[in-house]
């Protein structure tokens, strides 16, 4: 499985960007799709997922009604949406698959990832 992330950059802040993470090498509608995103200095936190039909999306609360992932089964591809964008959102941005994830909880636990891709770099001026 090999996930490529791409669509970073500089935004300022109240500006949008959006994420395609493109799956290859795996049934894409076997998967479950995560973003996950790690600022200097801290760990790396969830910020979205979306199960593997794309009927059920989660969402960290700091990025709720601001963020919108969705997936593309033509595509292979996951997006993450984001607007209004806060300096805070400033991290790279990571996406995961996994088969085996069925839960809330497990969807939001990035040890439970199989697969990641490389990262993408969002930074949002003030």
């Not at 089964?73 to 991290?91: I, W």
């Not at 969807?107 to 003030?126: K, M, P």
Request: glycine share 10%; hydrophobic share 35%; charged share 15%.
């Amino acid at each position: 499985v090999q996930l490529q992330a791409s669509g970073g950059g500089l935004v300022q802040a109240g500006g949008s960007l959006r994420l395609p993470c493109a799956a290859s090498g795996v049934t894409f509608s076997s998967l479950s799709m995560g973003w996950f995103r790690q600022a200097p200095g801290k760990e790396r936190e969830f910020v979205a997922a979306v199960n593997w039909n794309g009927g059920v999306t989660y969402y960290a609360d700091s990025v709720k009604g601001r963020f919108t992932i969705s997936r593309d089964y033509a595509k292979n591809t996951v997006y993450l949406q984001m607007n209004n964008l806060k300096p805070e959102d400033t991290a790279v941005y990571y996406c995961a698959a996994d088969h085996n994830l069925s839960s809330p909880a497990a969807r939001r636990d990035l040890r439970l990832y199989d697969y990641w891709g490389q990262g993408t770099q969002v930074t949002v001026s003030s």
